[in-house]
């Protein structure tokens, strides 16, 4: 859960880089955050929920934009 809050710039870098070579390697890997744009850089699917409910489900990220509230 908003694995970058408290990270660098630089370590949210690296810690891409390991995420990236995890997906080269087949593995699945889950991330909670509100940054769309983190999102967009990292995710090749992406599920957002508001107040616990699903409003867009299995979308590619490069779809993203700002979401009305």
């Known amino acids: 859960d908003e694995p970058t809050s408290v990270l660098a710039p630089q370590e949210v870098d690296a810690l891409f880089a390991g995420l990236r070579e995890l997906r080269s390697r087949g593995l699945s890997v889950i991330i909670i955050t509100h940054k769309l744009g983190e999102a967009r850089s990292i995710a090749d699917r992406v599920t957002i ?17 700002r979401l009305p509230k």
């Not at 929920?49 to 934009?65: E, M, Q």
């Open 49 to 65: 929920l508001r107040g616990g409910r699903v409003i867009l489900g299995d979308t590619d990220p490069a779809t993203l934009k």
